[in-house]
């Protein structure tokens, strides 16, 4: 384990949710603009999903308009408040979603219960990512994929040491490591079968992950 995986600050998943009930109608407000600068890259990798799909920490639901519409899905978040705007986002979509509320470090589905697991800009706020990086693997089909679409440290010198200087300051107020490295939180969780596609100067990551222990497609 590097350094930086070693000193990686977390908040107590009660402090986690508590950030979450207080800036869920925010969130709420700008999903139009969170659409505008992500949209593209929801669509470009929720769109693969297939089966039953779980969305891990499924916030407000903003991904669920980009999941095809034959998915059986499932979302789970720690917030009460953004699970009550996600139930609102599914009825305006006119989608049948089973909405619960559950912590992703402990997950409460039997192995294998999901043929594709999505989770959206999240491992940056996970209390301990590792742990449930690993229960998205254990919940999904072992012919299955999981499909992640995260932010982190710029590939762009300048903006990674910006960055940097403000990570301490989000943390604080969001709960949110911002300058994280989401390649390594993949491949120190022990998946060694994944693709990743980088955009908006390396600060967006597409990743898409073979459940561990089965060889690529």
């Given at each position: ?30 999903e ?78 039997p ?21 449930v ?53 993949v491949?120190?969780?022990?998946f ?8 908006f ?17």
């Open positions: 384990m590097t350094a930086e995986a070693r000193d990686r600050p977390a908040k107590e998943p009660e402090e986690i949710e508590a950030v979450y009930e207080d800036v869920a109608p925010k969130f709420a407000r700008f139009a603009l969170d659409r505008l600068f992500t949209g593209r890259y929801r669509e470009q990798l929720f769109s693969r999903a297939d089966g039953r799909v779980l969305d891990v920490a499924c916030g407000t639901g903003i991904n669920f308009r980009y999941l095809p519409d034959d998915v059986e899905l499932t979302g789970v978040d720690l917030s009460e408040a953004m699970l009550d705007r996600a139930r609102e986002q599914a009825a305006e979509l006119g989608r049948d979603v089973d909405l619960q509320r559950a912590d992703a470090a402990d997950l409460p589905y192995d294998d219960s999901f043929d594709t697991v999505i989770s959206s800009l999240s491992t940056c706020t996970f209390p301990e990512p590792i742990t990086l690993r229960e998205m693997d254990r919940v999904c089909r072992p012919d299955g994929r999981i499909l992640l679409l995260e932010h982190g440290r710029s590939s762009l010198g300048p903006v990674a040491r910006f960055q940097d200087w403000w990570a301490p300051r989000h943390f604080e107020s969001m709960g949110c490591r911002w300058n994280q490295e989401p390649v390594d939180l491949a120190e969780a022990g060694d079968s994944f693709e990743v596609r980088e955009r100067l390396g600060i967006i990551t597409l990743l898409k992950i073979r459940p561990r222990g089965h060889d690529p497609a």
